[in-house]
């Protein structure tokens, strides 16, 4: 299993984990506290060494999206969360439209940086970093033509918490997106490199 390969798995699995919280936080207004975390510290990674450096130097902190990506690949239909691969998949069609608009790019990291500034004053996850964060999100992803209908408890959809951790999360799910292309991610790999990604997640696994 060579290094690019096990890179792309991560990656992706960061993307899955995303979408599962988005899922979980607008289904229940749950979340693992740590899970969000790694997302949401995903995304100030703007200048990692390595693919794991940006989930905080560890696949086990996405072993939540490692487990959600096998169940995809296997097709465990008991498992499997119709909306978190909706969300992914839109994402992963999103981050396409996002590198084709350069301007956009520029502001997203310059409001990052400015995000960044928060972060040494709260926590990552702190309501103030999140509505940054999401504010982010609102102001450019979800103005392109294809949105990410978010589907779930009406309840939890309207409280501003909850629509702030969504957006985050999403936010954390773009990072992720980027990051696979850049390892040279592609979705024909999602049909074609099944056996090779199952392989990977397995490595990933074993070490955590």
């Known amino acids: 299993m060579n290094q690019q390969d096990l890179d792309r798995t991560l990656a992706l699995a960061g993307l899955f984990q995303a979408a599962t919280l988005v899922e979980k936080i607008a289904k229940t207004a749950q979340v693992p506290e740590h899970e969000l975390s790694v997302c949401i510290n995903s995304i100030f990674a703007t200048n990692p060494d390595s693919v794991t450096d940006v989930y905080g130097g560890s ?3 996405v072993t939540a999206g490692l ?3 096998r169940d995809v690949l296997q097709r465990n239909h008991d498992a499997v969360k119709a909306d978190a691969i ?3 998949l839109t994402l992963i069609h999103l981050e396409r439209k996002l590198r084709g608009n350069p301007g956009m790019m ?3 990291s310059e409001r990052i940086d400015r ?3 928060q972060v040494r004053h709260f926590s990552p996850t702190h309501e103030n970093v999140l509505a940054s964060l999401a504010s982010i999100y609102l102001d450019t992803i979800s103005t392109f033509k294809t949105r990410i209908q978010v589907m779930g408890d009406i309840r939890h959809l309207q ?3 909850c629509a702030d951790k969504i957006r985050a999360a999403l936010l954390a799910g773009m990072r992720s997106a980027i990051l ?3 390892v040279g991610g592609r979705r024909w790999h999602l049909v074609f490199g099944r056996n090779k990604m199952l392989a990977a997640i397995d490595q990933l ?3 955590h």
């Open 86 to 88: 909706r969300y992914s």
């Open 59 to 61: 696949a086990g902190n």
């Open 67 to 69: 487990r959600a990506l």
């Open 115 to 117: 995000a960044r500034d």
């Open 205 to 207: 696994l074993k070490g």
């Open 159 to 161: 409280n501003q918490a």
């Open 106 to 108: 520029n502001t997203i």
């Open 180 to 182: 696979w292309r850049q």
